[in-house]
């Protein structure tokens, strides 16, 4: 009797487990999605926050070049995590491993042409279910407008030193040139679904 009802609980336990991920495939919660995203996305901006000021204060902008070159991916690749892949990217861009891919890219004109016509870039967010390679991939992108600490590294008038070692670093740099509430970028996430 016992050993009946372990194997009617087995059964039922295997049959939920290969029933979820399919009917999760057809019916993603996009809610659930968006908030894991903005989740994954504040404590991403957070470190790169605090890392960015730490180093200003410590070193200054042109050594806190250096800080951002050697972290910025480290701090990337850390943010990855339950099947999130995380990046920044941007049309503009300083170091080419964040060039963005033909959706990002489109996003990316999709959100410069918003805030053209007026819209906020600190709202500026695309959630959508693509298909990649026969599998369902859920993708989300955050804009980053340009504030005013940026300017120091990115803005119309980046100090000599500071060029310096931007150029050091990112030869083929064309992040500069930005001014105040511009886009600068975007952060982008996507999780597999299937
Ligand atoms: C101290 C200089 C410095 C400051 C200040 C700074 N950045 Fe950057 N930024 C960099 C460097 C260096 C990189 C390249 C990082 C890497 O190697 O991935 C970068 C990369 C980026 C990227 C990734 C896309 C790309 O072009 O490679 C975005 C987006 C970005 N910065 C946004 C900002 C924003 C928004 C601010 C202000 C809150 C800011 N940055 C302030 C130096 C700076």
Request: hydrophobic letters at 40%; charged letters at 35%.
């Given at each position: 009797m016992k050993q009946a009802l372990r194997h009617a609980a087995l059964a039922i336990v295997l049959?939920?487990?290969?029933?979820?991920?399919?009917?999760a495939a057809?019916?993603?919660?996009?809610?659930?999605?968006?908030?894991?995203?903005?989740?994954?996305i504040q404590g991403f901006f957070k470190e790169l926050k605090g890392t960015l000021v730490?180093?200003?204060?410590?070193?200054?902008p042109a050594g806190a070049v250096d800080v951002c070159n050697t972290k910025a991916q480290e701090i990337t690749a850390k943010h990855n995590a339950k099947g999130w892949q995380v990046g920044r990217t941007a049309l503009k861009l300083r170091n080419?491993?964040?060039?963005?891919?033909?959706?990002?890219?489109?996003?990316?004109?999709?959100f410069e042409k918003k805030?053209?016509?007026?819209?906020?870039?600190?709202?500026?967010?695309?959630?959508?279910?693509?298909?990649e390679n026969g599998r369902k991939v859920f993708r989300l992108m955050k804009a980053i407008p340009t504030m005013k600490p940026c300017l120091n590294c990115h803005g119309e008038k980046v100090s000599e030193d500071v060029l310096a070692v931007i150029r050091k670093h990112y030869p083929q740099d064309?992040?500069?040139g930005f001014r105040l509430g511009q886009?600068?970028?975007a952060f982008t996430l996507k999780k597999p679904l299937n």
């Open positions: 049959a939920g487990g290969a029933a979820m991920p399919a009917l057809e019916k993603p919660d996009m809610a659930e999605l968006k908030g894991e995203a903005r989740e994954i730490s180093a200003m204060k410590e070193k200054g080419p491993k964040n060039a963005p891919d033909a959706w990002e890219k489109a996003v990316l004109e999709e805030i053209a016509e007026g819209a906020d870039p600190k709202k500026l967010v695309k959630a959508e279910i693509v298909e064309q992040a500069t886009l600068r970028g």
